[in-house]
């Protein structure tokens, strides 16, 4: 059977390390990659899109990757139970215009017993920023 440690139920600690494995998968800004953390069959909500699965979500994450360009992702454990985990985040990017942006947003996640994340639930805001005003600025991993 295919797991994902931390497995659930979450202490404060696991769920620490599963935001943060979260957060360092997707800094990686490689789609497949990321897909692997979820269910086969798992359900999404980004913004106003819903679909399922990995690879709706390796195709969803690639068109991202494409637009939301130097994506560098900061998120912080809000709350957590035995088997879901809610984080808030940032995220930095430009267009390809050079316009920088960053992203405001919370996530409410659900795993299955394996680990894996079975449902995610993203609301995200956009704020245009000035270059100068970025906060995340290290190297991509």
């Known amino acids: 059977m ?5 497995l659930p139920p979450f202490t404060l600690e696991t769920a620490i390390a599963k935001v943060q494995a ?3 998968a997707w800094n990686t800004r490689n789609p497949q990659k ?7 069959d798992s359900q999404w909500r ?14 969803f994450l690639e068109r991202k990757w494409a637009k939301e360009l130097d994506y560098r992702l900061k998120k912080e ?12 985040f940032e995220y930095e990017w430009h267009d390809e215009a050079g316009n920088w942006y960053r992203s405001h947003g919370n996530e409410q996640w659900e795993f299955a017993e394996t680990g894996l ?14 270059e100068v005003d970025r906060k995340f600025r290290w190297e991509r991993t």
């Open 46 to 59: 980004n913004r106003s899109e819903f679909f399922s699965g990995r690879e709706a979500i390796a195709a």
């Open 117 to 130: 994340m079975r449902r995610r639930e993203a609301s995200i805001n956009d704020v245009s920023i000035a």
């Open 77 to 88: 454990l809000w709350s957590f139970t035995e088997n879901r985990i809610s984080v808030r």
């Open 34 to 40: 990321v897909a692997l953390a979820y269910t086969e």
């Open 22 to 24: 979260a957060e360092d």
């Open 2 to 6: 295919e797991t994902k440690p931390p």
